[in-house]
């Protein structure tokens, strides 16, 4: 009886100190082509994901320029094969595929590893309050620097809210999601 109490005790000791991995919301959005993007298809990759509309003048412009950055780095490394940006509007009203893709556009993102995201408002505002972004004050969307690093399972790895987003820091936590 002794050992079986030692292994259900080591059993619960295991599953406590893995504790329940947070893991990136199910959903269904539109990119910047009005492609269907899902988070099972995004699956597989590790995903940097990012909250911003087009029409932002404080955080946004930072935020994807730190990581338009990042990303031709990533290139520059050969990991965009298995690393994906992901931005998603937190203004869905405005952010039309068209206006996803002149933002793209502006910001010199390479679409081949990136998706700008947008959908019905509800929907949009679903995955946003998931990922723990409230989008409203009053009138205006408001909201923080929020960038979550994925990993391949889609599991959260890691929650960074720094408007500068070193690039080489970034750069390291996707090395070592990437393994």
Do not use: N
């Not at 206006?99 to 993102?109: P, S, V």
């Not at 391949?152 to 080489?168: C, S, V, Y």
């Amino acid at each position: 009886m002794k050992g079986l109490v030692a292994a259900l005790a080591v059993v619960a000791l295991g599953a406590c100190a893995r504790g329940a991995a947070e893991t990136m919301p199910p959903f269904t959005l539109v990119d910047q082509s009005g492609a269907a993007v899902t988070s099972d298809g995004l699956r597989g990759r590790v995903l940097v994901v990012s909250f911003v509309f087009t029409t932002c003048r404080d955080a946004c412009p930072l935020i994807t320029a730190q990581l338009a950055r990042v990303q031709a780095r990533a290139r520059a490394e050969k990991l965009d094969a298995r690393v994906r940006f992901v931005s998603i509007t937190l203004d869905p009203a405005t952010d039309t595929p068209e206006a996803l893709r002149r933002y793209a556009a502006a910001y010199g993102i390479d679409l081949a590893s990136w998706h700008l995201l947008t959908g019905a408002p509800d929907d949009v505002t679903r995955v946003i309050r998931a990922f723990g972004l409230a989008t409203v004050a009053g009138d205006r969307i408001a909201h923080g620097s929020l960038v979550v690093l994925v990993d391949a399972e889609g599991r959260i790895a890691e929650k960074r809210t720094d408007l500068e987003l070193a690039p080489d820091r970034l750069l390291a936590s996707l090395r070592k999601l990437l393994g």
